[in-house]
């Protein structure tokens, strides 16, 4: 939950690809890793 939480910072209840860009661009992450990590979780294929 904390985890989630993290990335839900509006406490939508919903992580978007804005939320993970900016979580990502706080930890100097590169897009093609975002790009994984969305195609792996993304169950509904809403990206």
Not at 16 to 45: P, W, Y
């Amino acid at each position: 939950m904390a985890a989630f939480t993290y990335f839900d910072k509006d406490g939508s209840g919903y992580i978007t690809v804005d939320k993970l860009q900016r979580a990502c661009g706080e930890h100097n992450m590169e897009d093609s890793f975002l790009e994984e990590i969305i195609l792996e979780v993304d169950q509904n294929n809403v990206s």
